[in-house]
């Protein structure tokens, strides 16, 4: 595997890690209702699928640009 | 019956055929273009064809059922996990469509085999897909009769309806092939998305506004609105193995796969790859809220009969067309799904055992003639699943898809990723993986199981591992493909710098 890939797969693995922990902690300390009388959970999975296109926006510009200029 | 209703119905089942005709006119008549559209098919429509296909009856009808039963924490599950198949699309996509493209590969399990060279390889997965598929098309097509019998209070059969279904998809399928059920996708992921928020928005009207009506169920069932949720179902434990499970499983459908294969260009992929999360988020909120807000019209419903809140809710709360379009755009889901499905197998059993039969007499007309002559036998095989006994026994196939396609995942990720691994390390892995689950489902029907014997997560999370355990054992200890097959693989996917 070349280094890019295995700096976005480390970056994947560590974004699904934290995803998974913050969603463990968090779904038993959120309110029940918030906005719209919506609960905690639902804003939650709102937050955790927006991430994911930050994840993707980082390893697009930062690790695979930082690649394309070292070659 | 409702007229209005059934003249939208109507309305729809023409407009899908008209497409699946535009389609037709718009194909040649060879194998690559039958199967995969040429691979010609840019961002939009390859976005719109994966939700599409993606979502199933289940989507639209299950999901408000769960909802219903288990609460909002059921938005979670199923948003956060199938929005996880980003994830896949960036690991797995981009390089099947790489080597899809530099390999002319058209069917799932000449990836496999063209990259080990294995033809019992291909065999294994061919069978694995198969079996794990066709219960599948006849769970579309029984929720399409029990549709139509609801849409029609009863006037229309469940076999009648079950058979206008499979009839209509039939036949624009096999008119146009890809480009037909691409274009109908695109058609049918904008009616579901309409349909979706139509429903919703009527139904809260109705309430009293979002507010009022997540107050009016939070004073009857608070449970809803937190963790572990109606029925104390969804425990961490089962969140997280859903999680998993899908980000497994969804890229395996191998209706899925072989979409990676008909992108026009690697920045559709991409394009796909980040809208997926946004509209999944959108998308499963709308029957989940329908479904949650059912417990003030109808409560005290139980098992299937929570399966049909949603079109419940529609027709008491919205206007006559409303719900038409709403029970259209459900049969939207269902078609979008089934389509592929056929496709795809079809696909497979003319391109890896017709023509491998055929070898140099396997012409491109023929091979087209073929898959159309297997989209209609398969058709009326899944029809008569559906109308017949063999029911529960696919029910049964049908409940151990998810697991038994996430099984086939170390082995995708093995040969996309792992040079070092071989074919008889896949061949263990699946069929290890998969015996050793039929005999985990068989004990745990017999009773013979404590229902949490993996420590309350689902069984595919330990399955998994041991397929991926067995893949990497059998692989040290087999001889590896010959250079040049690896070679002749890795170089698609390795001349692009971004791996």
Known sequence: MSLVVRKSFLLIMLWVAATLLFAVISITIGPPQMFLGLPWIVY?????????????????KVIWKTEEEER | MNAVALGVFVFYMALVLLIGYYGYRRSRKTAEDFFIAGRRIGPILLFFTFAATNFSAFFFFGFAGAAYKYGFGYYGVMAIGTSLMAITFFLLGRRIWRVGKGLNLITPPELFAKRYGSENLRLVVLVAFVVFTLPYIATQAIGGGIALQFLTDGEISFEIGAAIVTLVITVYLMLGGMLSDVLTDFMQGIMMLIGG???????????GGF???????????????????????????????????????????????????????????????VAYPVITMI????????????????PGLAGKAADNILPMMVQKHAP??????VMAAGFA????????????????LTKDVCSRIWKRRATPEKEVMTGRLIILVLA?????????????????????????LAIMFPAAVAALYWKNSTAAGCIASIVVGE????????????????????????????????????????????????KKIVDSFFVHIEKRGTG
């Open chain 2, 380 to 404: 009326l095989v899944s029809l008569a699943i559906a109308l017949t006994s063999f029911v529960s026994i696919f029910d049964m196939l049908t409940k151990t898809t998810f697991t038994g």
């Open chain 2, 333 to 348: 889901a269902l078609m979008s799904t089934a389509d592929s499905q056929l496709l795809v197998l079809s696909s497979m």
């Open chain 2, 197 to 207: 928020l139509a429903g919703a928005g009527f139904v809260a009207s109705a309430l």
């Open chain 1, 44 to 60: 939650l999975s709102i937050i955790t699928q927006a991430s994911i296109l930050a994840l993707f926006l980082v390893i697009r």
């Open chain 2, 283 to 298: 998308l499963f909120l709308l029957p989940v809220l329908i479904g949650v807000w059912g417990n003030i019209d109808f």
């Open chain 2, 211 to 273: 507010q009022q009506a997540n107050d009016a169920v939070y004073l009857l069932k608070p449970e809803l609105f937190s963790l572990p949720g109606g029925q104390g179902y969804i425990t961490i434990q089962i969140w997280i193995s859903y999680l998993i499970l899908w980000t497994f499983c969804d890229p395996m459908f191998p209706h899925l796969f072989q979409r990676f294969y008909i992108a026009k260009s690697e920045r559709a992929i991409r394009f796909t790859m």
């Open chain 2, 320 to 325: 006559e067309w409303a719900f038409g379009f």
């Open chain 2, 435 to 482: 015996v050793t689950y039929a005999v985990i489902f068989a004990l745990n029907s017999l009773g013979a199981l404590s229902s949490d014997f993996c420590f309350g997560f689902l069984p595919a999370i330990p399955l998994v591992v041991l397929a991926t355990v067995v893949l990497i054992v059998v692989s040290r200890v087999t001889r590896r493909p010959e």
